[in-house]
């Protein structure tokens, strides 16, 4: 059985840093990449990066690039999104999602086969 759960959400000022976290189990990051996205009140959900344990690849929305960093733990099965110089903007839910594949090639959520409940960032002073 697939899992994946979130954790590391908060609040946090403009300009700071949030770490948020995604614990896998049922999958191996060798085989499936992991996938963050967010959605907004009345906003469709984005994503916002990739890890692939599989070849090492990632990705970044062109939004976050620079602020946000991700990186995995094929062995704890963890993947780390951490996001600093954080704006308003971020404000989001954000999901961790997997879907089986070497490589980070997928971009859509509606790609991703498994997902995580999800984990409030709010970034407000």
């Known amino acids: 059985q697939v899992q994946l759960v979130e954790s590391g959400g908060g609040l946090a000022q403009p300009g700071g840093s949030l770490r948020v976290s995604c614990a896998a189990s049922?999958?191996?990051?060798?085989?499936?990449?992991i996938g963050w996205f967010r959605q907004a009140p009345g906003k469709e959900r984005e994503a916002v990066s990739c890890?692939?344990?599989?070849?090492?690849?990632?990705f970044y929305a062109d939004s976050v690039k620079g602020r946000f960093t991700i990186s995995g733990d094929n062995a704890k099965k963890m993947v780390y999104l951490q996001m600093n110089s954080l704006k308003p903007e971020d404000t989001a839910v954000y999901y961790c999602?997997?879907?089986?594949?070497?490589?980070?090639?997928?971009?859509?959520?509606?790609?991703?086969?498994?997902w995580g409940q999800g984990t409030q960032v709010t970034v407000s002073s």
């Open positions: 890890f692939s344990g599989g070849d090492g690849s990632t």
């Open positions: 049922g999958v191996t990051l060798d085989n499936y990449a």
């Open positions: 999602a997997a879907v089986l594949s070497y490589s980070c090639v997928y971009y859509y959520h509606h790609e991703y086969q498994y």
